[in-house]
């Protein structure tokens, strides 16, 4: 069988952890709120809304190209594009041809940011593998002026995160809504998150520390997966009426 990413793949290792998801979501949450097509996000008001259920539904879109064969790769990415032409179409407006090049950089850099904070250093070969699953992606929803290879690509992000993002009011607003969804205590646990992810551009708008204070505890958190015992940090960490959602986040879905 054809898979649109193989087995063995690093990343498949890499959105096969929950714990790695909820990182690379981290780490995007805090992007998304400073990029200038934010107001796009907020077109339907689903965003601000219900911030924890974007967060799943999009994963559930990410893990199926991930873990599918190539058909239902393929047939999950072109859902994608229908769904952001719907958007469009309703807005009577094109959504940046940069801002959804914008997307999928995050993706990119995000998984492999996160999985280094909790795995390990990657070669620049898995490197480039987690850039092609996701420049394929790409091409197929159709986007235009994607960089063709890893070291173009670490170029124009470099390029993307000095023009298009800004703190702005729906910065503010955002972070907001994370903060009433989340609650105080859980709210304050994604900015520490985000923080050990984030690149220095987005550290600096959102005015962040530059060392996190779970940086002494990931150790810990490390040994706590070593002896199954990580499921009881992710229920702390996230409201339980998400629980079903985060343990599926450790099991790899049907093709």
């Given amino acids: 069988m054809e898979y649109f990413v193989r087995p063995g793949s690093v990343v498949r290792q890499i959105w096969g952890k929950g714990d790695t998801i909820l990182f690379i979501f981290a780490g995007a949450s805090a992007e998304f709120a400073l990029n200038k097509a934010v107001d796009w996000l907020y077109f339907t008001g689903r965003l601000p809304a219900d911030p924890l259920g974007r967060l799943f539904s999009t994963v559930a879109y990410a893990r199926r190209i991930v873990f599918s064969d190539m058909a239902g790769a ?6 994608m594009a229908a769904i952001h032409a719907g958007v469009e179409a309703k807005r009577g407006a094109r959504i940046p041809d940069w801002a959804y090049r914008d997307v999928l950089f995050m993706l990119i850099d995000y998984s492999i940011r996160s999985f280094e904070v909790l795995e390990r250093r990657l070669t620049l070969e898995e490197k480039e593998e987690v850039f092609d699953v996701f420049y394929r992606v790409g091409d197929r929803m159709g986007l235009t002026g ?26 503010s607003d955002l972070f907001r809504q994370y903060r009433k969804h989340l609650g105080l205590v859980r709210y304050r646990l994604l900015l520490e998150a985000q923080m050990l992810v984030v690149p220095p551009r987005v550290r600096h708008l959102l005015g962040f520390r530059p060392v996190s204070l779970l940086s002494p505890v990931l150790g810990l958190y490390k ?14 960490i996230l409201p339980s009426a998400y629980m079903h959602q985060i343990k599926e986040l450790d099991s790899v879905p049907a093709s």
């Fill in 74 to 79: 393929l047939r999950a990415i072109d859902s």
């Fill in 146 to 171: 994607l960089p063709d290879t890893f070291a173009a690509w670490e170029q124009m992000r470099s390029e993307h995160l000095q023009q298009n993002l800004q703190y702005s009011h729906y910065t």
């Fill in 223 to 236: 040994l706590s997966r070593m002896i199954n015992a990580d499921w009881l940090l992710k229920a702390i």
